[in-house]
T-cell receptor, first 113, second 113 residues
C-alpha cells in the first residue's frame, strides 16, 4: 500500500539534544511538508520541499533543519535552538505544491524534558 | 494576509444528532477548499474538496457547501456517530503548483452516546 510513514510514534529527549524525525513516502509525490501541531492550535508549517535538493522555510522554521536528498525522504531535525520543541509533528506529501490533497503520516509526538 | 477562520472552536453533540461546522476564508486568489478529519493522535485525512464552481458536495453523511462570493464553507454531519468525534480542519488553496495551503485551527467535535 502506498503511504507516508513517520517514525518513531513517540520520542523522548533531554533538553539540549538534537533529534531527527523520519518521514518516508512511497507515493512518488514531489512535494513534502513538515507541520507542527500544539494543543488547541492549528497546523503550522515548518519547512516544505517541492523538489529534491530544494526546500523552503515555512512560518516557524527557527530551530529546525531539513534535508531532501531523496524524493521519498524528508527528515526533520529539531535542534537545541528550538525553544519549545515538545509538540506533535506531522509530515505530509502531495503531487504538486498547491491544490492537490495533502497525504499525512500519523505523526511523531516529541517530548523534551 | 490569507486567513482561514473556523467556528465553533469546539462542539459537543449527542449521537444521532446533526451538526454544522463553519469556515470563513480570506484566501485570494482561490482554487479549492478541503475539509479534513483528524482523529486524536493521527494525521488528517481529506473528506471533501470544493472548487470555485461547486456549491455542494456529499461524502456519505458529510455534506460540504461553498459560497465563493461570501468566502464561506460549511460541513454538515448527518446522524452523527461516535466515530465522528475528531477535529475537522478547513484548508484553502490558491492556484498554481507552488501555492502552499492555508489551514484553519479546526473544530473539535465530541459525540456523546
Amino acid at each position: 500500500d502506498g503511504g507516508i510513514t513517520q517514525s518513531p510514534k513517540y520520542l523522548f529527549r533531554k533538553e539540549g539534544q538534537n533529534v531527527t524525525l523520519s518521514c518516508e513516502q512511497n507515493l512518488n509525490h514531489d512535494a513534502m511538508y513538515w507541520y507542527r501541531q500544539d494543543p488547541g492550535q492549528g497546523l503550522r508549517l515548518i519547512y516544505y520541499s517541492q523538489i529534491v535538493n530544494d526546500f523552503q522555510k515555512g512560518d516557524i522554521a527557527e530551530g529546525y533543519s531539513v534535508s531532501r536528498e531523496k524524493k521519498e525522504s524528508f527528515p526533520l531535525t529539531v535542534t537545541s535552538a528550538q525553544k519549545n520543541p515538545t509538540a506533535f509533528y506531522l509530515c505530509a506529501s502531495s503531487v504538486t505544491g498547491g491544490g492537490s490533497p495533502l497525504h499525512f503520516g500519523n505523526g511523531t509526538r516529541l517530548t523534551v524534558t | 494576509k490569507n486567513q482561514v477562520e473556523q467556528s465553533p472552536q469546539s462542539l459537543i453533540i449527542l449521537e444521532g444528532k446533526n451538526c454544522t461546522l463553519q469556515c470563513n476564508y480570506t484566501v485570494s486568489p482561490f482554487s479549492n477548499l478541503r475539509w479534513y478529519k483528524q482523529d486524536t493522535g493521527r494525521g488528517p485525512v481529506s473528506l471533501t474538496i470544493m472548487t470555485f464552481s461547486e456549491n455542494t458536495k456529499s461524502n456519505g453523511r458529510y455534506t460540504a457547501t461553498l459560497d465563493a462570493d461570501t468566502k464561506q464553507s460549511s460541513l454538515h454531519i448527518t446522524a452523527s456517530q461516535l466515530s465522528d468525534s475528531a477535529s475537522y480542519i478547513c484548508v484553502v488553496s490558491g492556484p498554481g503548483g507552488s501555492y502552499i495551503p492555508t489551514f484553519g485551527r479546526g473544530t473539535s467535535l465530541i459525540v456523546h452516546p
